[in-house]
């Protein structure tokens, strides 16, 4: 089997190109950046640090990488029988057009087998959405053909890889924890269902993706808020701060109430999955910066991502969510001079003031109970 997989970031090296490449696939990455592309390119593999109680060293070989905005790509897409993405939501839109002239390559060459393609991002149906941006990109005459022999498969992916530590002089090292889970949805395959060791299908997709996004992705951005509030640089060090921890538990819990409403899991088991994200996000082996996993707080605001969607569940099975306020309203106490996103914030902020920046970011309506609770938050944690 050949891969495509744009993006040799964290979760591209770490996690989605590891296990390609684990599985023999024949992978090659596609990114912008020179400097990963270079060392790819000479050295065709990198040292993938596994961190835990028992910390290993694996080693990732016999891969290439190309320029995502260049013909190779365009010409690997009309050949492969996979394509993956971790390049980040906002980047789906941009690598769509190459994609799109792929599947344009790949019919006129007469290249009938299936082509699937899975982005491997932290979105609600990612891939979904992406397949919007490829057949915003396509013509009108091409897309009967792309719908019959391209399936656009949506997934959940879940370990933490933060940016290799400071100092380290290899650009492809990087670290990760030793949990990972990759679940895709088997119901929108085209061609047979490929057999590839941490892979896991299910046709149960969306309890899978919001399980992982409103419980780890909930309390792992309310730990950032919480702790850069509480002058806390590191996850490991916010989360071991019980002021932070109860109200990052109880958010969890609460967006958890949710999820046993809506896809019936069971409590017990829900109650373990949050003990153990928990244990995770105190990893000792893992430097993970309060600023990465906070990064684009707007996104995070918005109302279908991590803070807001398990707050409109509560209020939809009127169920408590003080601690998901408490959660929200450090949020929009997020500083940070490195992300557009977070300048932007304070400029909303400066200009509409809490209320209205809220309901804009959120959709929340600006006169509702909730807009008001996490206001007042706000105003308390000054
Ligand atoms: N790091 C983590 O722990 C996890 C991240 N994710 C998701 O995975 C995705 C990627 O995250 P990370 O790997 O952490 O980010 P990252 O920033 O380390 O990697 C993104 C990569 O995409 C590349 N890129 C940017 N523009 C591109 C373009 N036009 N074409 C091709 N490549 C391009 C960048 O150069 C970079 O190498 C995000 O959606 C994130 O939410 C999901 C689970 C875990
Ligand atoms: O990648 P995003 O969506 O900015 O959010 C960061 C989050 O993603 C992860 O990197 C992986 O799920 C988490 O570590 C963190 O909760």
């Not at 684990?22 to 060392?39: G, I, R, S």
């Not at 013909?71 to 993405?85: F, K, P, R, W, Y």
């Amino acid at each position: 089997m050949k891969a495509l997989h744009f993006g040799a970031g964290n979760i591209g090296r770490g996690f989605i190109g590891k296990l390609l490449a684990d599985a023999q696939v024949e992978l090659t990455f596609a990114d912008v950046h020179p400097v990963l592309l270079d060392a790819l390119k000479s050295r065709k593999g990198y040292n993938v640090n596994v961190v835990g109680e028992q910390a290993t060293v694996e080693t990732v070989s016999n891969v290439n990488a190309v320029n995502s905005a260049g013909q190779e790509a365009i010409d690997l897409i009309a050949q492969v029988d996979l394509v993956t993405t971790a390049v980040g939501p906002t980047i789906l839109e941009k690598i769509a057009p190459n994609v799109a002239k792929g599947l344009i390559l790949r019919h006129q060459q007469g290249n009938e087998s299936p082509l699937n393609i899975i982005a491997c991002e932290n979105m609600v149906r990612g891939t979904s959405q992406f397949k919007q941006h490829v057949f915003n990109a396509l013509p009108e005459d091409e897309k009967a053909w792309v719908e019959a022999h391209v399936g656009f498969v949506d997934s959940a992916v879940d370990r933490i890889v933060p940016p290799a530590a400071a100092g380290s002089s290899d650009p492809l090292e990087v670290t990760v924890e030793t949990f990972s889970e990759w679940i895709v949805d088997e119901t929108q395959f085209k061609g047979p269902l490929p057999d590839i060791k941490g892979m896991e299908l299910t046709d149960n997709l969306m309890a899978f993706v919001e399980r992982k996004l409103f419980t780890l992705n909930t309390g792992h951005a309310i730990t950032a808020y919480l702790g850069q509030q509480a002058g806390h640089a590191t996850i490991r060090d916010a989360i071991l701060d019980s002021t932070v921890r109860d109200v990052v538990k109880g958010a969890m819990e609460e967006s958890g109430a949710v999820l046993i409403k809506r896809y019936g899991f069971d409590a017990e088991k829900h109650a373990a999955y949050i003990k153990k994200i928990l244990s995770r996000f105190e990893n000792p082996y893992l430097q993970d910066d309060v600023e990465r996993v906070g990064r684009q707080p707007l996104r995070k605001l918005s109302a279908g991502d991590r803070l807001i969607k398990p707050l409109l569940g509560t209020q939809e099975y009127g169920l408590p969510h003080a601690n998901l306020i408490i959660g929200i309203a450090a949020a929009m106490r997020y500083r940070s001079e490195q992300d557009p996103q977070a300048l932007e914030l304070v400029e909303l902020l400066d200009t509409l003031g809490p209320k209205a920046t809220l309901a804009q970011i959120s959709g929340l309506p600006a006169e509702s109970d909730v807009v008001a609770e996490a206001v007042s938050a706000y105003e308390k944690m000054h």
